[in-house]
């Protein structure tokens, strides 16, 4: 089993910052990619980052040159730094890890972006 605590999220102004964090623990020796996802209220939860285990990314078209996911493999822990954020990147954002056979979701963090 593997627990997903995710936290940093908050209110920020258009074209601030913010980092997000997400804490892994139980089986953690399994984990392969690490995620974020991120749904806004009426739209599907969509892909935003990845970072596989040999510290490969891949973005969202829509946050390229802005976020910045990584991992500490020694914290267990996966980030999101998000730059010159948009009113559009508002969402609560979920980290997601995959193992071998399952995935894994935390409970989400809010993200509010204002003009």
């Known amino acids: 089993q593997v627990q997903l605590v995710e936290s940093g999220g908050g209110l920020v102004q258009a074209g601030g910052s913010l980092r997000l964090s997400c804490v892994v623990s139980?089986?953690?020796?399994?984990?392969?990619?690490m995620r974020w996802y991120r749904q806004a209220p009426g739209k599907q939860r969509d892909l935003v980052a990845l970072?596989?285990?040999?510290?490969?990314?891949i973005y969202a078209d829509s946050v390229k040159g802005r976020f910045t996911i990584s991992r500490d493999n020694a914290k267990n822990t996966v980030y999101l730094q998000m730059n010159s954020l948009k009113p559009e990147d508002a969402a609560v954002y979920f980290c997601?890890?995959?193992?071998?056979?399952?995935?894994?979701w935390g409970q989400g963090t809010q993200v509010t972006v204002s003009l």
């Open positions: 997601n890890v995959h193992t071998t056979l399952y995935q894994y």
């Open positions: 139980g089986s953690t020796s399994r984990i392969n990619d």
């Open positions: 970072i596989n285990s040999g510290g490969s990314t």
